[in-house]
């Protein structure tokens, strides 16, 4: 089955702590996203790459990285400089960048205790 | 700045029509889309407008009006299984994937 995975579903760190958060698709798609979701607001762009060894800021950067080693996977690492990793993350991905639909993992739910 | 409103929440009967609406102000639009996520889960793709008018896919249609900066999600013969939260979101344009979202629409279905 093709699709995009996340995991895991549930994470728990310390503060202070980075975590990496996995993503990986087998749709053979170009483009993948991060987002962020926190109650009662819409989704945040993290990060985004269009191609492998390349990837772009989105809104809110700061305290995140990522790497795109590979063209089916894009983690994400929530550094100790974020303030607030409390989160929903989720991964997306589209065929193309810039023109087409773009598709969501499961997501992972981070909690910093 | 980049707006899109949407109401927080709505409540609508098992069986009936709902209609939920979208607004946007944007610096540039390329289409305008809607995902339906169930709480904890996914955001999956509902529909997809870049040119005015409505597009209807089963008991789902979207409609848009780029001159208005308006769109809405209609949901006919409602099942309980509707009951999600619905999201807006705006791509800015074709040299860029960023999409815009709204803070998206609670629904609950009731008996």
């Known amino acids: 089955d093709g699709g995009i995975t996340q995991s895991p579903k549930y994470l728990f760190r310390k503060e202070g702590q980075n975590v990496t958060l996995s993503c990986e698709q087998n749709?053979?798609?170009?483009?993948m996203y991060w987002y962020r979701q926190d109650p009662g607001q819409g989704l945040r762009l993290i990060y985004y790459s269009q191609i492998v060894n390349d990837f772009q800021k989105g809104d809110i950067a700061e305290g995140y990285s990522v790497s795109r080693e590979k063209k089916e996977s894009f983690p994400l690492t929530v550094t100790s400089a974020q303030k607030n990793p409390t989160a929903f993350y989720l991964c997306?991905?589209?065929?193309?960048?810039?023109?087409?639909?773009?598709?969501f993992g499961p997501g992972t739910r981070l909690t910093v205790l | 700045g980049q707006n899109i409103d949407q109401p927080t929440e709505m409540t609508a009967t098992e069986g009936a029509i709902v209609q939920i609406n979208c607004t946007y102000q944007?610096?540039?639009?390329?289409?305008l889309f809607w995902y339906q996520q169930h709480a904890g889960e996914a955001p999956t793709f509902l529909s997809y407008n870049v040119l005015d008018g409505l597009e209807e896919k089963g008991r789902f249609s979207s409609f848009l009006s780029r001159s208005k900066g308006y769109s809405y999600l209609l949901l006919k013969e409602l099942q309980m299984k509707d009951s999600a939260s619905y999201l807006c979101?705006?791509?800015?344009?074709?040299?860029?994937?960023?999409?815009?979202f709204g803070t998206g629409t609670r629904l609950q279905v009731f008996p």
């Open positions: 979101a705006v791509r800015l344009s074709n040299n860029t994937d960023k999409l815009i």
């Open positions: 944007t610096s540039g639009f390329n289409g």
């Open positions: 749709l053979n798609h170009d483009a």
């Open positions: 997306a991905s589209s065929i193309l960048p810039g023109g087409d639909t773009q598709y």
